[in-house]
């Protein structure tokens, strides 16, 4: 089982984009009882959480991208998702979801978002 995010790329300020990060390989008995946050990291700082769901849909938002962003998922078809609205530079930086649990966790390889005019 592994998680691949998508979505990242090159847009400009104010703009939007929508991360993918779908559980491959995960069976509902695994994915479903999943916490799974999005965390960023910038060039030169260390790796930030930005948003949570939690395995029962309660979610949790970093102060600096509450309003903005939303961290919907999906569980019939194993998928999380970031979406990002009224970027800024600041919002730039490589994203990573994961998936963890009391026993397990899983990490993506992450995904570059480059806020840039």
């Known amino acids: 089982a592994r998680l691949v995010e998508s979505g990242g790329g090159l847009v400009q300020p104010g703009g939007s984009l929508r991360l993918s990060c779908p559980g491959s390989?995960?069976?509902?008995?695994?994915?479903?009882?999943?916490?799974m946050p999005w965390s960023r990291q910038a060039p030169g700082k260390e790796r930030e959480m930005v948003a949570t769901?939690?395995?029962?849909?309660?979610?949790n938002y970093a102060d600096s991208v509450k309003g903005r962003f939303t961290i919907p998922r999906d569980n019939a078809v194993k998928k999380m998702y970031l979406r990002m609205n009224s970027l800024t530079v600041e919002d730039s930086g490589v994203y990573y979801c994961?998936?963890?649990?009391?026993?397990?966790?899983?990490w993506g390889q992450g995904t570059q978002v480059i806020v840039a005019s």
């Open positions: 994961n998936a963890y649990e009391s026993q397990n966790a899983y």
């Open positions: 769901i939690s395995n029962n849909g309660n979610t």
């Open positions: 390989g995960f069976i509902s008995s695994v994915f479903n009882p999943m916490h």
